[in-house]
């Protein structure tokens, strides 16, 4: 049975580093909400116009509209042997929604969470700093530069400090995470569907973590293989 993984985390996690290699490796493609609207922009489909009468009159798009986004953007080809979901459900109602969407389409349905305590996400973002001649990124905590604030390979150039890194961001974006998120987290949880993995770790450990859940799965829903 093929795979719908909705992979979860927040901001700092790590998650699009999974999603990545996912992608990379196993071949699902990585299904954003944010690049479907987009794509449907361009597009003069029924749905497309749908979505775009709703943008205009400066609405939210509900979540019966935004189901069906889902599902015609997941019955492409590329989407046959499964898919990774970025950026969807949002909510407990989403949620109930994929998973009639799973029955319909026959798949099998994961839900990821690489668990990162907040404190340390918001030393990982606050603490980055780059720099503006190589691109080098380091962190003031974890991966400080030699000398104070400049690149180790370009001393002449002062780090830089992105604005979506500077603490009032992050904690407004991590308070809003943890706000919006623990209702879908407390709903997977019921339904059984909620792994858990330690994010504390390398990329590749919690890689081999998450393809180590979905196999245990497949022999789950197919015991006798």
Do not use: W
Not at 23 to 47: C, W
Not at 131 to 160: M, Q, S, T, W
Not at 213 to 225: D, H, W
């Amino acid at each position: 049975m093929s795979k719908i993984i909705v992979l979860m985390g927040a901001p700092g996690a790590g998650k699009g580093t999974q999603a990545r290699l996912l992608q990379q490796r196993l071949g699902l493609p990585q299904i954003s909400t944010g690049d479907m609207f987009r794509a449907l922009g361009e597009t003069k489909t029924p749905l497309a116009e749908e979505v775009r009468a709703i943008q205009q009159a400066g609405k939210l798009i509900p979540d019966e509209l935004v189901i069906r986004v889902v599902e015609d953007r997941t019955a492409k080809d590329d989407c046959r042997r499964g898919y990774i979901l970025d950026g969807f459900p949002r909510t407990a109602a989403q949620a109930e929604m994929l998973e009639e969407l799973a029955r319909r389409q026959l798949k099998k349905l994961s839900a990821i969470l690489i668990d990162v305590p907040l404190q340390l996400l918001e030393k990982r973002m606050t603490g980055r700093r780059s720099c503006p001649i190589c691109g080098e990124i380091y962190n003031l905590y974890f991966r400080p530069p030699k000398l104070d604030n400049k690149c180790d390979r370009h001393p002449e150039a002062e780090l830089i400090q992105r604005t979506d890194d500077r603490q009032e961001k992050v904690r407004v974006r991590l308070e809003t995470y943890e706000r919006e998120t623990a209702p879908l987290l407390d709903y997977y949880q019921h339904t059984g569907r909620l792994h858990r993995v330690d994010g504390l770790r390398s990329p590749e450990e919690i890689y081999g973590d998450i393809v180590k859940i979905l196999n245990e799965e497949v022999v789950r829903t197919n015991p006798a293989n």
